[in-house]
C-alpha cells in the first residue's frame, strides 16, 4: 500500500525514475503473491520507463524480472528470451555480479527445457563467477538450483551428495527466506529414497515456512512436489491450502 501510495506521487511529479523502481518493487510483491500477470504489467511498463531513460543497468533488472516471471507461468519461449537479453546487456556492461544471476536464471530455464547438461553448465558457472566475486546470495541460488536439477534429471546420489554443501550455503547467505526451499528439496530427495515419514516432514516444514513468508507461489509448488511423492489414501495432504496464505 505504501508502495502504492508512492507510485502515486511519483506519477504526480513525473520522477520516470522513480516510478520505475516504484513498478519493480510492487511487481515483485505481486510475484511473490502469485499474481503473475500483475507483476508482468508493472515489470513491462517499467522497461518502457527505463528503455525511455536509456538506463541500462535497469533495463537488464527489468529484463532479469520478466523472464522469471515468465519461467512461473510456463512460458519458457519468453522466459530465456528477456535472460538472453539481460544476460548479453549484463556481458556488456561488465556487471559480473548480474552475470553470475542470469547464469542461474538461463539454467533454470534450461531445466525446463529437459536440458539437464546445459543446466549444470550453467548452474556451475554461476557458482564460479559467484564465489569470484563474492556474491554468498548467488553461490547459494546456484547450489539450491544445481540440487533441485539433480533431483530433476534423477540423479538422487548426486543431489543427496550436494545437499550439505547447498545448506552451508544457504547459511552462509543469511537469507532465511530460502529455508523452505530447502526443506523442499530434502522431501523431494528422501521421497525418492524410500523415505517417506522423514520426506513428509520436510514438504509440511516448507509448505509452512512458505504459507508464513505469503509466498503462495513457492507454496504452490511445494504442494505439488508433496502431492507428486504421496500416495492416493493420504488426503491430509490438502491441509496447507485449506490455511494457507492469501494469493
Request: glycine share 10%; charged share 25%; hydrophobic share 40%.
Amino acid at each position: 500500500e505504501l508502495t502504492q501510495k508512492g507510485l502515486a506521487i511519483k506519477r504526480k511529479i513525473g520522477d520516470r525514475a522513480g516510478i520505475a523502481t516504484s513498478l519493480d518493487i510492487i511487481g515483485l510483491v505481486d510475484m511473490e503473491k502469485g499474481a503473475i500477470n500483475d507483476a508482468l504489467k508493472n515489470f513491462n511498463e517499467a522497461l518502457s520507463i527505463k528503455e525511455k531513460l536509456r538506463d541500462r543497468l535497469g533495463i537488464s533488472n527489468s529484463l532479469n524480472y520478466i523472464g522469471n516471471a515468465h519461467l512461473l507461468t510456463g512460458d519458457v519461449a519468453k522466459a530465456e528470451d528477456a535472460h538472453v537479453r539481460c544476460l548479453k546487456m549484463r556481458e556488456e556492461l561488465g556487471d559480473q555480479s548480474g552475470i553470475a544471476a542470469s547464469y542461474n536464471n538461463m539454467g533454470s530455464v534450461a531445466v525446463q527445457k529437459g536440458e539437464y547438461s546445459q543446466a549444470e553448465e550453467l548452474f556451475s558457472k554461476a557458482r564460479a563467477l559467484a564465489g569470484q566475486t563474492g556474491e554468498k546470495e548467488f553461490i547459494a541460488d546456484a547450489c539450491v538450483n544445481l540440487t533441485e536439477m539433480y533431483v530433476r534429471a534423477n540423479q538422487i546420489g548426486r543431489a543427496a551428495a550436494l545437499l550439505a554443501e547447498t545448506k552451508q550455503a544457504v547459511s552462509e547467505s543469511g537469507i532465511e527466506s530460502r529455508l523452505p526451499a530447502i526443506r523442499r528439496l530434502e522431501g523431494m530427495i528422501l521421497a525418492r529414497t524410500g523415505k517417506g515419514r522423514e520426506s513428509r516432514e520436510m514438504f509440511e516444514a516448507s509448505a509452512s515456512g512458505f504459507e508464513a513468508m505469503h509466498s503462495s507461489g513457492e507454496m504452490a509448488m511445494t504442494l505439488y512436489e508433496w502431492s507428486m511423492t504421496m500416495p492416493p489414501d493420504e488426503p491430509e495432504i490438502m491441509r496447507p491450502i485449506q490455511t494457507g496464505a492469501a494469493g
